[in-house]
């Protein structure tokens, strides 16, 4: 098993742009989240899924857009990059029953100037 | 909310000295305490995690106690090896299907040879 990939590793962009996030699981795992990190702050929740189709806030939701069309995907969409979302932003999957015990993507370093 | 405080933000200690990081919850609800390490470059990997129901659990060189009364909690290094560097994280989280988990802020450990 691959286990939680994103891409792409690195991005950069303009105020303004908008870029997607990707998240992939081949665990088969119902849920999955998306966290941003930042120096101080640990890591905060932005968006998570229970399940295909069932989304919902998480503690800084806002300026990203999540959808879950599938099991195995989450994207993170950012409509409109502000500096403030200058972040590393971590995808994590689980089972449903067991959403204590999260596995982690890699991570992707986002700079917006 | 849940709120969760980690301490110290950095710790050096000598390797084969032990290592404490603590960590404090206000919300009584939670349940299940994880603890994370993140290592340079990488997504953050569970490491031990301990119930409500628990005091205390022990795996190899790593310990958690839990003190519900006091809301706080604990992990514990022994026998510090240069490759337990890295940044550790706690959480704190109400296990249910939900699945969000509150992070501390983090702490960067430093074993030097």
């Known amino acids: 098993n691959a286990g939680v990939t994103q891409t792409p590793k690195f991005q950069v962009l303009k105020t303004g742009q908008s870029m997607t996030l990707q998240c992939a699981q081949d665990m088969n795992h119902e849920y999955m989240s998306w966290y941003r990190q930042d120096p101080g702050m640990g890591l905060r929740l932005i968006h998570y899924s229970v399940g295909a189709g069932i989304t919902d806030q998480g503690e800084v939701p806002n300026g990203y857009n999540v959808s879950r069309s599938t099991t195995e995907d989450f994207p993170l969409r950012l409509l409109s990059a502000a500096p403030s979302q200058t972040s590393v932003y971590f995808c994590?999957?689980?089972?449903?029953?067991?959403?204590?015990?999260?596995?982690f993507g890699p991570g992707t370093r986002l700079t917006v100037t | 909310g849940e709120n969760v405080e980690q301490h110290p933000s950095t710790l050096s200690v000598q390797e084969g000295d032990s290592a404490v990081i603590k960590c404090t919850y206000s919300d009584s609800a939670s349940n299940y305490f994880p603890w994370y390490k993140q290592e340079l470059g990488k997504g953050p990997q569970l490491i031990i995690d301990i119930r409500s129901n628990v005091g205390e659990k022990k795996d190899q060189r790593i310990a958690v106690t839990l003190n519900k009364t006091a809301k706080h909690f604990s992990l514990h290094i022994t026998e510090t090896q240069p490759e337990d560097s890295a940044v550790y994280f706690c959480a704190a989280s109400i296990v249910s299907n939900t699945g969000k988990l509150i992070f501390g802020q983090g702490t960067t450990l430093q074993v030097k040879p």
């Open positions: 994590a999957s689980s089972y449903r029953w067991r959403t204590y015990e999260q596995y």
